[in-house]
């Protein structure tokens, strides 16, 4: 509704199913969403977490900064590298 995408699975659904219908060797897909539909952010963590304790710190920092329920989210993050103190990692 209202330009908003209700529906990831059945999204992804389609997505696949119209490749496949395409007929292409392709694999990947990419799509382009307005700035409006994205928030990014850069955060610093401690470089000694895990990779599953830096997942739920990143979840947690992102719950500060979105104004929507968690549960409304696609959530993705990348560690960039090393921070400039060297004890923790940039990450968007």
Not at 5 to 16: G, H
Not at 31 to 45: D, E, G
Not at 54 to 82: H, K, N, R, T, W
């Amino acid at each position: 509704l209202d330009g908003n995408i209700e529906n990831i699975e059945q999204v992804s659904d389609t997505i696949r199913k119209l490749l496949k219908k395409s007929g292409t060797s392709a694999k990947n897909v990419a799509l382009a969403m307005p700035a409006s539909a994205v928030i990014t952010k850069k955060i610093f963590l401690p470089m000694t977490l895990s990779d599953q304790a830096l997942e739920v710190q990143v979840e947690s920092e992102a719950s500060q900064y979105i104004p929507f329920s968690m549960d409304e989210v696609s959530l993705d993050f990348c560690v960039i590298g090393p921070a400039a103190n060297q004890e923790d990692v940039e990450v968007m």
